[in-house]
């Protein structure tokens, strides 16, 4: 019986180039959903500035994903701040409600 942690090969295709890896069976779904997006952003940029290299598209995609990333993080940690200060104006309504 072969464990979750046993690496399956796959292909995937980003900018017309074919590579071969390793990855682990519960992540496949999440890394061919990832080539789907840079595929699609790599035809957008394609469309949008015609005439550049193949390059020039695969950084425009690396820039515009580390970008979302960036984005994301900080969303998450403005989110918690809000949710700390929520927390702590619960706390003080808890104690005023108390008294």
């Known amino acids: 019986m072969q464990g ?3 690496l399956i090969p ?3 295709v980003i ?6 890896i390793r990855i682990s069976p519960k992540d496949e779904e999440t890394v061919r959903g990832t080539v789907k997006i840079i595929n699609d952003k790599l035809l957008e940029f394609k469309t949008q ?3 550049k290299d193949m390059q020039d598209y695969v950084s425009m995609v690396i820039l ?5 990333q960036k984005a994301s993080e ?3 940690t ?15 309504l808890d ?4 008294s």
């Open 95 to 98: 104690i005023a409600l108390k």
């Open 10 to 12: 796959i292909n995937i």
């Open 49 to 51: 500035f015609a005439g």
């Open 74 to 76: 900080s969303r998450l």
């Open 78 to 92: 403005s989110d918690d701040l809000f949710q700390d200060k929520l927390q702590k104006l619960e706390d003080m």
């Open 64 to 68: 515009w994903f580390a970008t979302q």
């Open 15 to 20: 900018a017309d180039r074919t590579y071969r």
């Open 4 to 6: 979750m942690d046993t």
